[in-house]
């Protein structure tokens, strides 16, 4: 793959390239991102790389106090931060093949980088400004970032293979995940056994693991792990992921006892998430997509018998909102939730969500080469089945029916699709084949 991923550089070049010169830039630098100390502490918390510079270095995300500086005509130039250091170990300059696609030069005063942007109108992506008093920099120019971020959710040949690689990472975890549960774990038990099935620790993680035990399933981002295990274990919903060169997986999956009518609705949840996934292809409606899987969802709340009113009238009256309160999934990427959701162009011109669906993330049409998660849910959520409780809809909902199934907390199913002309490819049920 070390072909695609010099195709993905030299993309990367021409389209910054093109968008300094739209914007009146001579160059533009990019910090890898520094360290930062707790409050009143002296430790420091984990590392997190500046995802601009990852698109360019995905070998490079443990490395604080690196510098791109890219320009017209010049290979991208990589400052590679060496400190002499006693205390901490000084990495060697790298030397994969990868390297050759940059001018790799290691630093330890940011004085020499600074000089180089003298007598320049400079671009500089990074979480704090800089010292360079003979150059004219701009600090996070909003054009220009919303420029970038437009054009991030059509993803490489490369950065599809990184895709695909971190979902199949995440799938092992999945399914090891999915044997703790059986073999009656705790939910701390659980994390622990998926970060050793995919070679992680937390600070590899593209985002904190959801691991939720029974009740625990109706909370949407729970952030917990209890030590003990519960004396009955019904429901296992995991939502967690992987990181595979700096992009990341986002999977979710439900596990239960069979021969529930819990179960039952799973698999049913399961079918139509999957059904939705088939149609899904470059020109799709995303919003469609959303309000499609919620008539879906009304439907299997209705076969079930937890609502009597039939689909229409659900979705005249917003029932499955209390059910499926969040959004059908969002664009994936260097990060989870990859920026750019919301935008419809280069400028930065956003299209909200409709009033009735807040919470959705991706409002695009789809492209090819777009990489989303498609997540539906189905939950019981006291906070929220208390107010349809207290409200004139309460009518329509078999209460002794979801008395029956609050234990189990709910169900969540998310796959990771990439776009394609025509139909997807769902790396997520493709990583599940392989194992």
């Known amino acids: 793959m070390i072909q695609a991923f010099f195709q993905h550089i030299a993309q990367l070049q021409q389209r910054s390239v093109e968008l300094l010169a739209q914007q009146g830039f001579d160059q533009l630098l990019i910090g890898s991102g520094s360290l930062h100390t707790h409050f009143l502490d002296d430790t420091r918390y984990p590392f997190r790389p500046n995802p601009h510079f990852v698109q360019w270095a995905p070998f490079l995300t443990e490395h604080p106090n690196c510098w791109l500086l890219i320009k017209a005509n010049q290979k991208p130039q990589l400052f590679y931060y060496t400190p002499t250091d006693f205390w901490h170990l000084t990495p060697a300059l790298p030397t994969g093949e990868w390297t050759s696609a940059f001018d790799l030069q290691a630093y330890d005063n940011f004085a020499d980088i600074a000089s180089l942007l003298n007598g320049h109108n400079n671009a500089l ?3 704090q400004n800089i010292q360079a008093e003979a150059a004219q920099v701009s ?7 919303q420029a ?4 991030r959710a059509i993803k490489t040949e490369w950065e599809q293979h990184c895709l695909r690689q971190a979902n199949y990472l995440a799938v092992k975890g999945h399914r090891a995940a999915e044997a703790a549960f059986k073999a009656g774990k705790s939910e701390y038990q659980i994390n622990q056994l998926y970060l050793s099935a995919i070679g992680h620790n937390e600070r590899d993680m593209p985002y904190d693991n959801i691991v939720a035990l029974n009740e625990h399933a109706a909370v949407l981002h729970y952030q917990f792990q209890e030590r003990s295990a519960p004396a009955q274990d019904r429901t296992l919903l995991i939502d967690a992921g992987a990181r595979f060169n700096g992009y990341a997986a986002d999977i979710t999956r439900t596990f239960t006892r069979q021969g529930s009518l819990f179960a039952d609705l799973v698999r049913g949840l399961d079918d139509l998430q999957q059904q939705l996934c088939q149609q899904i292809s470059a020109g799709s409606d995303f919003i469609a997509l959303h309000e499609q899987m919620h008539l879906m969802i009304a439907d299997l709340l209705n076969r079930f018998g937890i609502i009597t009113a039939n689909p229409e009238v659900q979705m005249e009256l917003g029932l499955t909102r209390t059910f499926y309160p969040h959004g059908l999934g969002h664009l994936l990427g260097l990060q989870v939730h990859d920026v750019g959701g919301w935008q419809q162009d280069e400028a930065g011109t956003l299209l909200t969500p409709p009033e009735e669906h807040p ?3 991706l409002t695009r049409t789809l492209q090819s080469g777009y990489v989303i ?3 539906p849910g189905v939950y019981f959520i006291p906070q929220l089945l208390n107010e349809l409780r207290n409200s004139p809809n309460s009518q ?3 209460w002794a029916l979801v008395e029956q199934l609050l234990p189990y907390g709910g169900i969540r199913i998310e796959d990771n699709l990439c776009v394609q002309d025509s139909g997807s490819e769902n790396y997520t049920r493709d990583g599940f ?3």
């Open 125 to 127: 992506i990074n979480e």
């Open 139 to 145: 600090h996070n120019p909003n054009a220009f970032i």
């Open 148 to 151: 970038l971020n437009f054009h």
């Open 359 to 361: 919470f959705l993330r």
């Open 373 to 375: 998660t498609i997540e």
């Open 396 to 398: 329509h909902i078999n």
């Open 433 to 435: 084949a392989r194992l």
